[in-house]
């Protein structure tokens, strides 16, 4: 049984910095995909950033340039680096792996964004 536990939210200022950290634990595939996804109060979950195990990654167009995603392969964990961070931005992000044709989810943790 594969787990995420994700680490690192709290409250920062409109304009600021949070470091997000995941790590999977488990058997885990060496071929995989982990990213962080954010659910807003009433709105529907979207991706914000994902990165293969190869290194390649991919970003929502409104958190490009701010928002950076990395990986550690031999820890199993990914971290997002979130600057210049906006209001609207406050939400619950949650981890995400998918390995083979599983999918795993962290609970996720509540960034809150003050103006």
């Known amino acids: 049984q594969v787990q995420l536990v994700e680490s690192g939210g709290g409250l920062v200022q409109a304009g600021g910095s949070l470091r997000l950290s995941c790590v999977a634990s488990g058997t885990i595939l060496s071929a995989n995909a982990m990213g962080w996804y954010r659910q807003a109060p009433g709105k529907q979950r979207e991706l914000v950033a994902v990165?293969?195990?190869?290194?390649?990654?991919n970003y929502a167009d409104s958190v490009k340039g701010r928002f950076t995603i990395s990986r550690d392969n031999a820890r199993n964990t990914v971290d997002l680096q979130m600057n210049s961070q906006k209001p609207e931005e406050t939400a619950v992000y949650s981890c995400?792996?998918?390995?083979?044709?599983?999918?795993?989810w962290g609970k996720g943790t509540l960034v809150t964004v003050s103006s």
């Open positions: 995400n792996l998918v390995d083979g044709y599983s999918e795993y």
């Open positions: 990165i293969i195990s190869g290194g390649s990654t």
